[in-house]
């Protein structure tokens, strides 16, 4: 590393993971952390918008060759209605004029990030510390102070600015006493993976599937491995939340999709509370946030870790600005919250809430218009067209960027 102080970035998730391959790609020095001892392997975010496919293409022609290599293109993804059967098709080709890549990639989120790090190796200035935990911070008016919890002990780093990439528990926001304004839902997600074939025992069934029901909504998609389910649960104790993960609960939601006198192979299951919040304001100084650390929301549409990629390329746009040509600092930063904070409140927040609820309600009379809506939409090329380019994150990145 260079003897100019680096951007300590905390998190090597996929917003710390893409500012530091940003940074490091311009020369400048960065120290990624990583509580975790080596990049954490879990089930989370499995879509690439078109978007974030193209970002990252730009930044690096190894890491998006291999997630294309690896990845399942989704040239279509549907809304079902499992009371009455029908579908709702929209086809990705329709945007095919807007972006170069067409598809939504369905790829977990933990290949990015490994793809990432391999990456990073090749470059001098950027160095990959795991096993290394953000415990506190300072900041004063030429650096910042991070206070870590290393396998050796307590070590405080000293950089030029500490970037919180470190998911909604973020040590930073809560440090900078930054305030996450929204609300957990009453509900939590269980997800589930299996490989039993799907595509085999549904007519025509894409990638990426809503599905509507009177009783119970759920979200079925295939990732680069397996097929996944998510269905809404209403644990209210400790006792409730293991029932909802057991075999019997877990077994007889997969019945009720596809009903087999065999079990289902199940490789995976977890619980999750769902939230939807903002945070007050996405820097403070020299401290800055990214990704979960300062947004999250319902996983429907696959807008919170799409939502963070976009934030680490603005921001690494931002630092290369005040780090490299001298700009101003308080400038570039309460540009980028303006940016990305406002559109976080008003694109994305109100797209996911939307979603849920036309998931969720109840109501056969408007599930019935819900599907009705989606059908004529889906059939008509413009409507189709302006949903397409709303739902893929399209819309709202070329807004932020307009922003002033
Ligand atoms: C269970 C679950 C399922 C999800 N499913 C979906 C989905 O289906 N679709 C979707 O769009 N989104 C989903 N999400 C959200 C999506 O995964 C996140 O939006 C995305 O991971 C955000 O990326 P990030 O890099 O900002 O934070 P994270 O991915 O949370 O990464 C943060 C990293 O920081 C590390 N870390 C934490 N604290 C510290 C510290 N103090 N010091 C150093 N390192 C630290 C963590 O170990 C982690 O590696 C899901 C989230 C969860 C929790």
Same mark, same amino acid.
């Given at each position: 590393?260079?003897? %100019?102080?680096?951007?300590?970035?905390?998190?090597?998730?996929?917003?710390?993971?893409?500012?530091?391959?940003?940074?490091?790609?311009?020369?400048?020095?960065?120290?990624?952390?990583?509580?975790?001892?080596? /990049?954490?392997?879990?089930?989370?975010?499995?879509?690439?918008?078109?978007?974030?496919?193209?970002?990252?293409?730009? $930044?690096?022609?190894?890491?998006?060759?291999?997630?294309?290599?690896?990845?399942?293109?989704?040239?279509?993804?549907?809304?079902?209605?499992? *009371?009455?059967? =029908?579908?709702?098709?929209?086809?990705?080709? %329709?945007?095919?004029?807007?972006?170069?890549?067409?598809?939504? /990639? @369905?790829?977990?989120?933990? +290949? $990015?990030?490994?793809?990432?790090?391999?990456?990073?190796?090749?470059?001098?200035?950027?160095?990959?510390?795991?096993?290394? +935990?953000?415990?506190?911070?300072?900041?004063?008016?030429?650096?910042?102070?991070?206070?870590?919890?290393?396998?050796?002990?307590?070590?405080?780093? !000293?950089?030029?600015?500490?970037?919180?990439?470190?998911?909604? #528990?973020?040590?930073?926001?809560?440090?900078?006493?930054?305030?996450?304004?929204?609300?957990?839902?009453?509900?939590?997600?269980?997800?589930?993976?299996?490989?039993?074939?799907?595509?085999?025992?549904?007519?025509?069934?894409?990638?990426?599937?809503?599905?509507?029901?009177?009783?119970?909504?759920?979200?079925?998609?295939?990732?680069?491995? $397996?097929?996944?389910?998510?269905?809404?649960?209403?644990?209210?104790?400790? *006792?409730?939340?293991?029932?909802? /993960?057991?075999? =019997?609960?877990?077994?007889?939601? /997969?019945?009720?999709?596809?009903? #087999?006198? +065999?079990?289902?192979?199940?490789?995976?299951?977890?619980?999750?509370?769902?939230?939807?919040?903002?945070?007050?304001?996405?820097?403070?100084?020299?401290?800055?946030?990214?990704?979960?650390?300062?947004?999250?929301?319902?996983?429907?549409?696959?807008?919170?870790?799409?939502?963070?990629?976009?934030?680490?390329?603005?921001?690494?746009?931002?630092?290369?600005?005040?780090?490299?040509?001298?700009?101003?600092?308080?400038?570039?930063?309460?540009?980028?919250?303006?940016? #990305?904070?406002?559109?976080?409140?008003?694109?994305?927040? !109100?797209?996911?809430?939307?979603?849920?609820?036309?998931?969720?309600?109840?109501?056969?009379?408007?599930? !019935?218009?819900? @599907?009705?809506?989606?059908?004529?939409?889906?059939?008509?090329?413009?409507?189709?067209?302006?949903?397409?380019?709303?739902?893929?994150?399209?819309?709202?990145?070329?807004?932020?960027?307009?922003?002033?």
């Amino acid at each position: 590393m260079s003897n %100019q102080s680096p951007v300590i970035i905390a998190g090597a998730g996929p917003s710390g993971c893409v500012l530091a391959l940003s940074l490091a790609k311009q020369g400048i020095p960065v120290q990624l952390l990583e509580k975790c001892d080596s /990049l954490p392997i879990d089930l989370r975010a499995s879509t690439f918008h078109p978007p974030s496919l193209e970002m990252i293409a730009d $930044l690096d022609e190894g890491v998006i060759g291999k997630m294309l290599e690896r990845g399942l293109r989704a040239d279509r993804y549907q809304y079902r209605d499992r *009371a009455t059967g =029908e579908v709702a098709t929209f086809e990705m080709s %329709q945007i095919a004029d807007e972006t170069r890549y067409p598809f939504r /990639l @369905q790829l977990e989120q933990y +290949e $990015l990030t490994h793809f990432i790090c391999d990456a990073l190796v090749g470059y001098p200035c950027a160095e990959v510390r795991f096993g290394c +935990e953000l415990v506190d911070y300072a900041q004063d008016a030429v650096g910042v102070t991070a206070i870590v919890r290393t396998p050796e002990g307590e070590q405080q780093l !000293r950089g030029s600015y500490l970037v919180g990439a470190e998911g909604a #528990r973020s040590v930073v926001r809560k440090r900078s006493e930054i305030g996450y304004m929204g609300f957990t839902y009453d509900e939590k997600f269980l997800v589930v993976s299996t490989s039993f074939p799907f595509e085999d025992v549904f007519e025509d069934f894409s990638y990426v599937n809503y599905v509507s029901d009177p009783e119970e909504w759920c979200v079925i998609l295939r990732t680069d491995k $397996l097929w996944r389910v998510l269905v809404p649960v209403f644990p209210t104790s400790e *006792a409730e939340e293991a029932y909802y /993960l057991s075999d =019997e609960f877990v077994q007889s939601r /997969l019945k009720r999709l596809h009903a #087999r006198d +065999e079990d289902y192979d199940v490789h995976h299951r977890s619980i999750y509370a769902v939230n939807q919040r903002v945070a007050e304001t996405y820097y403070q100084g020299r401290a800055l946030l990214v990704g979960d650390a300062c947004h999250i929301n319902n996983p429907l549409g696959g807008m919170g870790m799409n939502g963070g990629l976009h934030d680490a390329f603005n921001l690494a746009d931002k630092l290369q600005g005040v780090i490299l040509e001298g700009a101003d600092a308080e400038a570039a930063f309460s540009l980028y919250d303006r940016q #990305r904070r406002e559109l976080a409140v008003e694109f994305v927040q !109100r797209h996911t809430i939307e979603n849920k609820k036309l998931m969720e309600a109840r109501d056969p009379d408007v599930q !019935r218009k819900r @599907q009705q809506m989606l059908m004529e939409t889906a059939a008509d090329p413009q409507r189709a067209r302006a949903f397409l380019l709303e739902r893929s994150m399209i819309n709202c990145v070329r807004e932020s960027l307009s922003v002033q």
